[in-house]
């Protein structure tokens, strides 16, 4: 049985950073594309950023880029976003989303598993 759970939402300063990390257990994940979606209220899901668990290639959403970075730690099957110069309009419950694919997918009807999120607010 698959489980990803988050960790590393906060409240922080616009500018400032935060670093999410998402534990994933149940299986071996060399075959899965990993990705972070977000949701703010009364805005539909968003595709953030992906990476594939084998060979480490990323791709992120344009509102990403520059930003935010996404990493994985085979030894402790985690991933994890690095959140950077952050703003009010990137609030959001941050979901952590696994997918039964050898290339990066960013549709989230895509992704096999899901976290239960973690809310990241950014003040301004």
């Known amino acids: 049985q698959v489980q990803l759970v988050e960790s590393g939402g906060g409240l922080v300063q616009a500018g400032g950073s935060l670093r999410l990390s998402c534990a994933a257990s149940?299986?071996?994940?060399?075959?899965?594309?990993m990705a972070w979606f977000r949701q703010a209220p009364g805005k539909e899901r968003e595709f953030v950023a992906a990476i594939r668990w084998s060979g480490g290639n990323t791709y992120y959403a344009d509102s990403a880029k520059g930003r935010f970075t996404i990493s994985r730690l085979n030894a402790k099957n985690t991933v994890s976003l690095q959140m950077n110069s952050l703003k009010p309009e990137d609030t959001a419950v941050y979901y952590c989303a696994a997918a039964v694919s050898v290339t990066i997918v960013t549709h989230g009807s895509e992704y096999n598993y899901w976290g239960q999120g973690t809310q990241v607010t950014v003040s301004s």
């Open positions: 149940g299986r071996t994940f060399i075959n899965y594309a």
